[in-house]
Every structure is written in C-alpha cells, then in structure tokens.
C-alpha cells in the first residue's frame, strides 16, 4: 500500500484576511456563490461586500437554510446554474462549509473554505457530512479533493465564543495521538493510503503546539485578545490537525468520541470536548507511561475540556450505559480497530472506567 498525504490547495491565516477574499476569489472563478447565514451576513457583510469591489470576481450571496441536506445542496446547485456561478465559497461554521464543499464538488467548481471558528479540523478535509432535512445523520460525502483554498481570519475567530476554540484543542489533540497508533499498526488512513513522514511531523507539531500555546491561548482569548499564542492554536487547530488527522489516521479517541453519541447526556458537549475524553481513553487502552497521562489529564482540566464522565454529562454512568458506548465505538466500521493490537467492548469499557476514575483523582475528587 502507497503512502499517501493530501492537502488544500492553498491556506492562508491572519488577522483582516477576509477584506481580501474577493482578491483571491479572482484567482479561481469570475462569479461566486457566496454562502453564509443570515447572522452571519448581518455580521460580515460589509466586509464581504467590500471585499469583492473592484476585485474582478462578482458575488452572488445566498442564505444558508441551516442543514447540509441533500435538499439545500440541489438547491443551491439550482441557484449556481441560474446564475452562472464558477465557483463556490463557504463563511461560516462546519454545516455551511461542508455544504460549500458538496455543492462544489457536483458543479465541478473550485470551492473556498471561510471559518468562522476553529472548532475542528474539518475545514481543510476531503469529506461533507450529509445529514437529513431534520438534522439527522445520513452518510459521508468522500470528495475526490481537499478545497482548493482555505481562509481563516484569526481577528473573526478571536471574537468568536473561548470554548469553541478549545474545543477545537480537544479535537486537535488526538492527532498525534491517533496518527501514532495507524503509523504502529500499519493502517490505511483517511488519504486511502498508509502514514507518510510528513503527516506524522505535522501531527507532532499539532502536539506540540497544543502543548506549549494552548493555556496561554485560552487565556488570552478570554482577555479578548488575538495573540500568536492564538494565532499558533489556531494553524494547529485547523491546518495542523486537519491535515494530520487525514493523512496521519483517526484509531481510538474518534470512535470512542463516536460512541458517547448513543448517550443523550453527552449530546450538549461540542465534538472536540467528547473528542479529548476520547484521547485519554485510548492512551489508558494503550497503558502509556503515568506521566504522560498525567501531562495529557492536567493539560486538559487547565483548558477545561473534560476528564470525567460526569463533566460530560454523564451523571449515573451504569453498566449498561457505558457497555453502549464501548459496543458502539467497537463497530465493524469504525476506527477502532486501526489500534496496534486487539480491542473489545469490555476492553474499552474498562478504559472508561479507569479515565473517569484517573479524572476524578487529578481533579482532587478521588
């Protein structure tokens, strides 16, 4: 099997960046279908608008109904072929730009990616998730390429709420973490191929960015302040882990953040939140040195992601409950099993169990 590393075209990161999205538009089409949400417009229309005056590409803005269903994107399909739009761009949070990339990907037109937060690292990935009219999970949309250019106007993503971007961190930690296991266990990778050099060098550079800016990020942000500190989590948040996470490999922290979706208690808790809990429940299935799960649990309660399941939700975690979730994240389908050795239900019940309980103790609660 090949080694495989994929990418977006082109990332460009820094405060005030979106005054300049109708300059770069110009390099990929001459009219663009501009998604964005109605609040969203209401915030950033001005500089959008702006944005594309003189540029030499002509923007056509659309409200986004708020679901990356089927419906919205023939619908917006409609909207590019009645305009005679050559290009696709998505401002806003993980459903618009997934959208974006859909509508894109059918039209076979280049797409722009514009986050307005950091939450994941999805932006830069080859992947829509399709949900229902009613928001219900409907399937994966594997795209054949990475968006031609992504955006991130760090002045915006620093007005946006603290706990987005360190959920963001939640999410970005598994990277290494995770690419470690698929490099260990030979397995392919979200690329279709096998881990390469780079991908692992850039998962360690999430890691460790995370690491040293990731508190005084967090911090600095709830000061209102966009530092490089922030400027740092974000690239690690969005460029680092998005291209980690594809080439370098999702195993244990994803499928376990998978299974705490069967729970209603954990439904409130953002992806990157379920996602670290997840990260520390593999590394107790991978029995990692005490310090470097003392160095993971202590980050984590610093930035106020959870380490216990009752800061999940979760308050009567049973048996039963817990079973659930372990069966769930042991599906035949998912990551899980790209682990370097044999897992299980119990397994996985039991890691649980003990994160939970390593939480509790760091907490002070034990």
């Known amino acids: 099997m090949a080694k495989i590393l ?3 075209g082109k990332y460009v990161q820094g405060a005030g960046e979106l005054k300049k999205l109708g300059t770069y538009a110009k390099t990929y089409g001459k009219k663009a279908l501009v998604l964005v949400t109605a609040s969203g417009h209401k915030r950033l229309g001005t500089t959008l608008e702006d944005s594309f ?3 030499g590409c002509e923007p056509v803005l659309d409200y986004f109904n708020g679901e990356c269903s089927k419906t919205e994107i023939n619908r917006l399909m409609e909207v590019m072929k009645k305009n005679g739009c050559d290009l696709v761009i998505g401002v806003g949070g993980g459903k618009i730009l997934d959208t974006a990339k859909a509508v894109a990907y059918y ?27 009613a928001g219900v999970f409907e399937e994966y949309l594997f795209l054949p390429a990475n968006p031609n250019m992504v955006l991130m106007d760090t ?6 709420p603290v706990r987005l971007t360190v959920s963001g961190m939640g999410d970005a930690l598994a990277t290494y973490f995770e690419a470690r296991a698929c490099k ?3 397995a392919m990778t979200c690329a279709g191929g096998k881990v390469t050099g780079a ?20 911090l600095a942000l ?7 500190a922030v400027e740092k989590v974000i690239e690690a948040n969005t460029l680092l882990s998005g291209i980690g996470f594809e080439s370098g490999g999702l195993a244990g922290a994803h499928a376990i953040h998978n299974g705490f979706t069967v729970l209603e208690e954990c439904h409130h808790m953002y992806h990157g939140e379920k996602v670290a809990f997840g990260t520390i429940t593999q590394l107790v299935l991978e029995n990692v040195p005490a310090d470097e799960l003392e160095d993971i649990i202590d980050w984590c309660i610093e930035l106020g992601l959870p380490v216990t399941l009752k800061e999940l939700g979760i308050e009567n975690p049973t048996r039963e409950k817990l079973m659930a979730v372990a069966e769930a994240a042991c599906a035949e389908n998912d990551t899980l099993h790209n682990m370097p050795f044999e897992v299980t239900p119990e397994s996985v019940y039991a890691a649980i169990l003990a994160a939970d309980r390593y939480g509790k103790y760091f907490l002070g609660e034990a």
């Open 107 to 133: 039209e076979k037109v280049p797409v722009l990616i514009c986050p307005t937060i950091a939450s994941t690292d999805a932006p830069c990935s080859a992947l829509s998730v399709i949900y229902t009219d």
């Open 222 to 228: 709830e000061a209102g302040a966009c530092t490089e």
């Open 184 to 186: 260990t266990s030979g």
């Open 199 to 218: 991908a692992m060098a850039l998962a360690k550079l999430c890691f460790d960015t995370l690491m040293d800016e990731g508190v005084k990020a967090k």
């Open 155 to 160: 002045e915006i993503i620093a007005k946006s």
């Open 53 to 55: 005056r003189d540029s």
């Open 6 to 8: 994929t990418s977006p």
